[in-house]
């Protein structure tokens, strides 16, 4: 078993105007590493809320990102995923591809349809974002990128996963973020105890 150690982010928000409405901007998050920062940056609406899960872990970064990349198998380190089937719009490598997955009993929901934003092996990162299903993660869209850090004891892996979602009915924003966090962070301990 890897040793992992994962940190969530309570982020404070810039106002910006778009259209005349006052939006939070999500600027980045300070344990985002720069070179990736942009993809990182979320335009947050009334409403809804974002936030970053980080973790490292003494996976080598290759072995990572090969699982993460992975947009037509998710369930590859996402414990909650029952199955995945690509739909007839990409090939799950190219962007635009859409899946539709089967989440597993007695996880608060029971389907997703999912876009491939962002595949980019170059700089490691991919996003996604939810069409629809039925779940309570709803304008939600993910960012996910994988990097190799140094430490005294040799190199690590670091992963970054960052939203922005709808405030879920009858939670708070603070209560959302706790239920995405949890279940990105579950995600994150799957991937080093299976690489």
Request: aromatic share 6%.
């Amino acid at each position: 078993m890897s040793d992992t150690t994962s940190r969530m982010s309570l982020q404070q928000h810039g106002q910006i105007t778009t259209n005349g409405s006052a939006m939070s901007a999500c600027p980045g998050h300070t344990e985002v590493p720069k070179e990736v920062a942009r993809h990182h940056e979320h335009v947050v609406a009334a409403g809804q809320c974002c936030s970053v899960v980080v973790q490292t872990m003494k996976t080598p970064v290759d072995a990572v990102w090969s699982l993460v990349r992975r947009f037509d198998d998710p369930q590859g380190y996402k414990g909650y995923i029952s199955s995945c089937h690509l739909c007839v719009e990409g090939d799950g490598a190219t962007v635009g591809s859409v899946r539709e997955l089967n989440l597993i009993t007695g996880f608060p929901g029971k389907s997703s349809r999912e876009r491939l934003e962002i595949l980019d092996d170059e700089q490691r990162v991919i996003s996604f974002r939810i069409l629809g299903g039925e779940h309570c993660f709803f304008n939600y869209r993910s960012v996910t990128s994988v990097h190799e850090v140094m430490s005294p004891d040799g190199p690590l892996t670091m992963v970054v996963e960052s939203y922005v979602m709808d405030v879920m009915p009858g939670n708070t924003a603070e209560e959302t973020r706790y239920v995405a966090n949890t279940i990105i962070g579950f995600n994150h301990r799957n991937l080093a105890e299976w690489t």
